[in-house]
Nanobody, 125 residues
Framework: QVQLVESGGGLVQAGGSLRLSCAAS????????MGWFRQAPGKEREFVAA????????SYADSVRGRFTISRDNAKSTVYLQMNSLKPEDTAVYYC??????????????????WGQGTQVTVSS
């Protein structure tokens, strides 16, 4: 069982930055692919970014590429999402997720077995 706890959300003005963290309670963290998803009010949960177990491969949604950066620290069992140049449309609850390393569905929710409770990000215009 993997428990994931997100932190770092909050209220920020458009153009600002936030850094989300997701701490995992598992000793084999380095063997998991990690992802970030988000869900805005009235919308479906959508893929944001993913990073492979080896940290060698990252993937981003078109809407955040060039503004967001995903990274991980396996020694701390933590994955990060650095969000720059935030826009009001980035407002959502952000969730981190963990899935089997080497999976091929890292852009889809079905590729992940474990989810955090989410952290709210609100970007004001």
């Amino acid at each position: 069982q993997v428990q994931l706890v997100e932190s770092g959300g909050g209220l920020v003005q458009a153009g600002g930055s936030l850094r989300l963290s997701c701490a995992a309670s598992v000793r084999t963290f380095s063997s998991y692919d990690m992802g970030w998803f988000r869900q805005a009010p009235g919308k479906e949960r959508e893929f944001v970014a993913a990073i492979s177990w080896s940290s060698g491969i990252t993937s981003y949604a078109d809407s955040v590429r060039g503004r967001f950066t995903i990274s991980r620290d396996n020694a701390k069992s933590t994955v990060y999402l650095q969000m720059n140049s935030l826009k009001p449309e980035d407002t959502a609850v952000y969730y981190c997720a963990a899935g089997p390393g080497g999976g091929s569905s890292h852009r889809r929710q079905m590729g992940y077995d474990y989810w955090g409770q989410g952290t709210q990000v609100t970007v004001s215009s």
